[in-house]
């Protein structure tokens, strides 16, 4: 069914929803999705709760993850997302677009924009992925004062706080800055760019009744690992950041190689989402019983006219 029947709507809010699936038994699995397609595809095959990256959003948009987005642009994807699969949404906050004040703007506007979740990060702008080097963070208590401010913007929203602080400081320093993170009003934290094993199962043995989220991005710092496995290091939540870009974007340059080659997109038709599956997957057909005055569509096939459609 589409967004557009009132009666489908979660009477539950997105915030309360996110929260009552991380307390859960098991791990949730998050997803990235990074426009409502992603969103709607990931839904079909049974997840319960998506993310939107940052670095998703930006390279979408041809820009690099520097935090050059701005709030309103985030809200956009994150209504996109939110509409398309009805599903609550963590969302990357990266270093909540300023100090105190702007911090609470952003939750409040992407609360109102649907989101369920949000992290927001302990580095200074402009930011850099957390895989990268030489990141350069802000105080522990800056950070706090940024959790706080979050918090207390919230309605129901879920607030993760992320830490950097693990290449620089130390296993000890990130777990000192979570715990004063989560002390400040943090529902969870991420601790980021960790790189073996023992340190993901350290970080979660020093901070045993912290809800904690882990992120298996490909090309970065951490190894691989599966969800099952990060539940057994004590983990809650895990989430894929930029699977669903990365896939998209090799699939696109792919095709655009064959067009280049043999002007033809002929070749690449196997490796295509059939106009059959992106309407079943829009719910095309739902939309159309909503308006009496649109004609059912027929597939068309090769070589086929209007007359013989009809």
Avoid at 28 to 51: E, S
Avoid at 66 to 85: K, M, N, Y
Avoid at 109 to 126: R, S, T
Avoid at 207 to 221: K, Y
Wanted: charged share 20%.
């Amino acid at each position: 069914m589409t967004y557009l029947i009132g009666a489908n709507s979660p009477a539950t809010p997105a915030g309360q929803r996110f929260k009552d699936m991380m307390r859960a038994k098991g791990i949730m699995q998050i997803p990235g999705a990074h426009n409502g397609q992603a969103a709607l595809q990931a839904k079909d095959r049974g997840f319960d709760a998506l993310y939107l990256s940052g670095a998703a959003m930006t390279a979408s948009m041809g820009l690099p993850d520097l935090g050059i987005i701005t709030i309103d642009e985030v809200c956009f994807f994150i209504r996109q997302v939110v509409r398309a699969s009805g599903l609550p949404v963590l969302v990357d906050g990266d270093t909540g677009y300023g100090e105190t004040l702007n911090v609470m703007n952003m939750v409040r506007a992407f609360e109102d924009a649907g989101a369920a979740a949000v992290h927001i990060e302990d580095q200074v702008l402009p930011k850099k992925c957390g895989h990268l080097n030489d990141k350069k963070l802000v105080s522990p208590y800056e950070m706090a004062q940024k959790v706080a401010a979050a918090a207390r913007a919230r309605r129901d929203m879920v607030i993760i706080a992320r830490t950097d602080a693990a290449g620089s400081e130390g296993l000890d320093g990130a777990v000192a800055r979570a715990r004063l993170y989560h002390e400040a009003g943090a529902d969870a934290i991420f601790p980021e760019a960790l790189i073996s094993e023992d340190m993901f199962r350290e970080f979660s043995r020093q901070l045993p009744d912290v809800p904690l989220l882990a992120n298996m991005t490909e090309f970065g710092r951490s190894p691989y690992f599966t969800a099952s496995q990060f539940e057994q290091m004590g983990y809650s939540m895990v989430i894929w950041p930029v699977s669903s870009l990365r896939a998209a974007n090799k699939a696109q340059a792919d095709l655009y190689d064959t067009l280049a080659r043999n002007g033809s997109t002929e070749e690449m038709l196997p490796r295509m989402q059939t106009r059959e599956e992106l309407y079943k997957t829009l719910r095309y057909y739902d939309y159309e019983t909503l308006d009496a005055g649109i004609v059912a569509t027929v597939l068309p096939h090769v070589g086929q006219s209007d007359r013989s459609a009809a």
